[in-house]
C-alpha cells in the first residue's frame, strides 16, 4: 500500500519535473521569454530581495525607536526610507505590515491561502511554512506547534497569530537579544533570521 | 519532533526540495515580470487550485505538494493567455509583447 503511495508520488514528481521542463524550453523557444529570464529572475529573489531585507528593516528598529514605531505605523512608508533594493513591482511588496514582539507578547505569522508571504523582506518561505498541517495546527494551536519547533515561551506569554492575506502582508519584528549594545548594525542584522521574522523562533542570542 | 528539517536551520536560502520546483517558481515570476499577467491573477489561481484540492475527498486528492498546485496554475495561465498558441508579436528591439499590452489594431484602414 505505502510502497504504492510512492510509487505514485514518484511518478508525479517526474511528471511535474518533465512539464516545468517543457514549458520553459516552449516558452523561450516562442521567444515569450529570453534563454535566461528565469535564471534572472532566481537571481533576484535569491540574492537581491531576500530576508537580509528584513534583516536590515529589523535591525533599524531595534536601534532606532522612532523608526520601530513608524514601522508600526505604517509599513511600506517605513521601509522606503531604507531605500532598499527595489522588490519585483507588486509581487509580494504592496500591504506589508509589521507586528512587534515585546515583554509577555509574541507574535507568529501563519498564510491559511499561502500564496501572500512578503517575499521581497523575508525571501522565499521555508519549504514548511507551506504545509497545510502546519497552516492549521499554527492557527488552532501555536504554543504547542511553537514549542514543537524548538521554541519554548513561557505560560504567561500571549501569543499573537496573524494570518497573512492580500491586504496585509504580515512580519515580525523580533525583541533585540540582550547583551546586543555594543553590536554593529551589520552585528544585529546577523541575529534576524527568517524565521523569527515569522515568529516560529527568537532572533538569534549574542554570542 | 520537527515539522520540517529545514525549519529553524534556513538562514537565508530559498527552500525548494528540488530544482523543478525552482524552476516553476522563477517560470511563473518570470511571465508575470515580462507582464504576461498580473502577479495578482496566478495568487488567485493558486488560491483556486488549492481549493479545489482541498475541496476533494482525501482518498482521491493524493498527497499534498505545494508545487503541484504552482504547476497546475502555471499551466491554466499560459492557456488562458495563449502564451503558447497565439502568434508572438515583437517590438522594434525584437523583444516580445506581451497581448494584454500589446497596441490596438487600428481599424481604420
Known sequence: ?207 | MKLHETCTTDQAAPQFDHEWQRRAFGLALALSEFRHYDWSEFQEGLIATIGEWEAMPESERGQWQYYDHWVTTLDKLVDRHELLTAPVLTDADDHAIPHDHAIPHDHDH
Open chain 1, 1 to 207: 500500500m505505502s510502497s504504492d503511495l510512492f510509487k505514485y508520488n514518484d511518478e508525479r514528481e517526474a511528471a511535474s519535473a518533465a512539464k516545468v521542463r517543457a514549458l520553459e524550453a516552449l516558452l523561450i523557444e516562442k521567444g515569450v521569454i529570453g534563454s535566461d529570464s528565469v535564471d534572472a529572475v532566481l537571481d533576484h529573489f535569491e540574492k537581491i530581495a531576500g530576508p537580509f531585507n528584513g534583516a536590515r528593516i529589523v535591525a533599524r528598529a531595534w536601534v532606532d525607536p522612532a523608526f520601530k514605531q513608524r514601522l508600526i505605523d505604517d509599513t511600506p512608508t517605513a521601509i522606503a526610507e531604507l531605500q532598499l533594493p527595489v522588490g519585483m513591482e507588486g509581487a509580494e511588496g504592496e500591504h506589508m505590515a509589521a507586528v512587534a514582539n515585546g515583554p509577555g507578547v509574541h507574535n507568529l505569522i501563519i498564510c491559511t491561502l499561502c500564496s501572500c508571504y512578503p517575499w521581497p523582506v523575508l525571501g522565499l518561505p521555508p519549504y514548511w511554512y507551506k504545509d497545510p498541517t502546519f497552516r492549521s495546527r499554527a492557527a488552532r494551536e501555536p504554543r504547542k506547534v511553537l514549542a514543537e519547533v524548538g521554541l519554548d515561551l513561557p505560560a504567561d506569554t500571549e501569543i499573537k497569530v496573524w494570518d497573512s492575506s492580500g491586504h496585509s502582508r504580515w512580519f515580525v519584528i523580533p525583541e533585540r537579544p540582550s547583551g546586543t549594545e555594543d553590536f554593529t548594525d551589520e552585528m544585529l542584522m546577523d541575529l534576524v533570521t527568517t524565521e523569527a521574522m515569522i515568529g516560529v523562533a527568537l532572533a538569534g542570542p549574542a554570542s
